[in-house]
């Protein structure tokens, strides 16, 4: 199934900020914004849930720590004790800096894991990108066909208003943009 | 400066720079040929290099009786090496991570730098215990892992083997770090060699594939910013505590000994204090020669090097604060063996060590009290070598007069480092610069994506 997409560039992150609080009173959805940097305010602005990659760190922390503060009880009292230097077999204070560490290892990693894997970072993967510029200094934002409230046309005057350097529909299949070759962003 | 002053602040990024403007002037460096100054310094660092690489070969090869050390001295130049090099990579962390989480914005421009500084500390810190461990191709011996010899597992008691987690630790959180900043630069640079990839030469679609693997597909989505913004925090809030417990567990290699000098509880705290002095100090040394070398003088403003005088001056106060007291404690201990370590430390046979420290980073440091000495790059510069020079002094100082005359004067001994151990420490600073070159040339040295954040271009401020 192939739907409309409706794509406008912005050359200043108050003029997306702006056009995304008036389209959203409109009643629009929208697709993703793709901007060179993190703009403070859009994630609430469109809409965006908070990331809830603080529980994934907490928990994965929680997992190393204890594995960490069980495995050395397990490996320095009952698999093999040896005694040095008369310390008990249990020496728990002693146990604390690498519990902290794995701690820290294992919420560290397993949050950028998580991370990679929920927005599809993969090495080598081809970007389904709409706009290169984005990457460089353009502020652009998608919003796709969802209902009959759909209007190319105020869309383009939303925009516009907000002094869109640029506006345009594509034709998106299969739910994936079509990708703009680098080469005519020169032009646009 | 003018003695007047103005009420606004100054810009973070100098030359009313525009977004498009940043990504171009950040990867300039990559897109043209080296430099004479570069490939000068480049040769100099690789010497060095390879004077250390045959040093190491020859060490391993004849075994560690090839070093200045003694029954008595048995830690020297090798642990000195390796909590000057660990000491060093804090400030990176310090940069990227505590003044991100104090909302210090003035961070962006030399954080990537500084946190590469920092990957290129830990693997010169690394090599120390490696070698010194004689057969280094036993090295994973410290790791706990199910073995034919019983098993039998590792101390987990010993302060030895917590470095060994905690070391390991850093690198692999602090590489990661910075790899996640990357990312969104390496997008960048991916579109901007997209354009010369079907014409270019083999030189450029290489590095066109190159950035297009590594930058995972970015697209600079609201959505990925948003969860990069929020791992992003939590990676800072992760390195903090981390990069405190790092020098804290080396500084538990010297306190939990028994040895007078080495065995006070000041020494955690005073060691991360020291670390993050002689970290900045390197930073200081690095940023004034990198900004001139890749003429980045319009992101690497005077603001900056002001700033970090400034730490310098904090973090100098906290281990000239942690020298009174430790001289205090030895003296109010009324212990016999704590008074003499510190009197022989101070005057000693090994007393000259103990000045040249006390002048590099207590007193010289000083100077940067006064405006127009930290407006003054030069004297910045020279500044911040002595502040180098004073806390390699301070390692050595710490470990080696504590050791050469401990409980029983029967077994005092002197320390001299032999060439090969010199060569080795020549050749840390040769991987150090190195690679630290080398990273200048392939990836972009400031944080492209953080820049242009904090350029206020992308605000109209109530223009309409």
Redesign the interface.
């Known amino acids: 199934m192939s739907r409309q997409l409706f794509i406008a560039a912005f050359k200043h992150e108050d003029d997306l900020l702006h056009a995304v609080a008036d389209l959203r009173q409109a009643g629009y959805v929208f697709k993703d914004a793709y901007t060179p940097y993190p703009v403070h305010g859009l994630p609430e602005a469109m809409g965006i849930r908070p990331s809830r990659l603080p529980w994934v760190c907490f928990l994965c922390g929680l997992t190393g720590g204890l594995l960490a503060l069980i495995g050395q009880y397990y490996l320095s009292a009952v698999e093999w004790p040896i005694n040095v230097g008369g310390k008990p077999w249990n020496s728990s204070p002693a146990f604390i800096p690498i519990t902290f560490e794995l701690t820290v290892l294992s919420a560290g990693l397993g949050s950028l894991a998580a991370f990679l894997w929920r927005y599809k970072l993969i090495p080598g993967r081809q970007p389904p990108v709409l706009e290169t510029g984005a990457n460089d200094d353009q502020f652009v934002l998608a919003i796709p066909e969802h209902n009959a409230t759909f209007n190319p046309q105020e869309l383009k005057l939303i925009c516009n208003r907000h002094h869109a350097i640029r506006t345009e529909q594509r034709i998106e299949p299969d739910g994936q943009a079509q990708s703009i070759p680098a080469q005519q962003r020169g032009a646009a | 400066m003018s003695s007047a002053f103005s009420v606004l602040r100054q810009p973070l990024v100098e030359g009313d720079r ?3 403007q940043v ?1 171009s002037d950040i990867a300039a460096p990559l897109e043209r040929r080296a430099g004479l100054m570069w490939w000068a310094t480049f040769t100099a660092a690789f010497s060095m290099l390879m004077l250390g690489m045959i040093a190491i070969t020859y060490q391993v090869a004849t075994g560690i009786g090839t070093w200045g050390l003694n029954r008595t001295v048995g830690w020297a130049f090798d642990i000195t090496n390796f909590v000057f090099w660990i000491g060093i990579g804090h400030a990176g962390t310090a940069i990227s991570a505590f003044l991100f989480l104090l909302r210090q914005r003035w961070r962006t421009s030399i954080s990537r730098a500084a946190e590469a500084m920092t990957i290129f500390a830990v693997m010169c810190a690394g090599i120390f215990p490696l070698i010194h461990m004689g057969r280094p191709w036993f090295a994973y011996w410290v790791l ?1 892992y199910p073995n034919t010899r ?4 590792v ?5 030895l ?2 470095d060994v ?2 070391i390991s ?1 850093y690198f ?2 602090s590489a ?2 910075w790899y ?1 900043g990357l ?2 630069d390496l ?2 640079l ?3 060699f ?2 010369w990839a079907k014409t270019g030469s083999l030189g450029v679609r290489i590095r066109y594939r190159i950035y ?20 992003y925090l ?2 800072a809030g ?2 903090t ?2 990069v405190v ?1 790092v020098h804290s ?1 080396v500084s ?1 290699d010297f306190a939990t000994s028994i040895l007078p000098g080495w065995h006070t509880t000041i020494f955690p705290p005073y060691f991360v204090a020291g670390a993050l002095f002689s970290g900045f100090g390197m930073v200081l040394t690095l940023m004034l020669i990198a900004r001139k070398v890749v003429h980045m003088e319009n992101y690497i403003t005077r603001g900056h090097i002001d700033a970090m005088c400034k730490i310098v001056i904090a973090t100098g106060g906290m281990v000239a604060f942690a020298y009174i007291t430790e001289i205090f404690i030895a003296w109010q201990s009324g212990n016999l063996y704590e008074r003499f370590a510190f009197a022989n430390r101070a005057f000693g046979p090994f007393g000259w060590a103990y000045r040249i420290m006390v002048f590099c980073n207590v007193f010289a440091p000083q100077l940067l009290w006064i405006r127009k000495i930290r407006n003054n790059l030069l004297a910045v510069f020279i500044l911040s070598i002595f502040v180098n020079i004073g806390m390699w002094f301070e390692r050595f100082v710490i470990i080696v007069t504590s050791l050469h005359r401990d409980f029983l004067p029967s077994s005092w001994a002197h320390y001299t480092p032999s060439l090969v151990e010199i060569a080795t420490l020549i050749g840390s600073f040769g991987l150090f610069f190195t690679a630290f070159l080398l990273f200048c040339r392939v990836l972009p040295m400031i944080c492209i ?2 820049v ?2 904090v350029l206020n ?4 401020n109530g223009e309409h």
């Open positions: 525009t977004v498009a990504t706990p019983g098993p039998l597992w101390n987990f008691r010993s302060p083997l917590w987690f905690a630790t692999t959180i990661c770090f996640l990312v969104p997008a960048a991916r579109d901007r997209a354009l297009s693997i590594l930058s995972l597909g970015w697209n600079g989505s609201a959505k990925t910013w948003n969860g990069y913004e929020s791992l939590l990676m992760l390195a505590p981390l417990s567990i538990f994506s953080e242009k954040g271009y992308g605000r109209r």
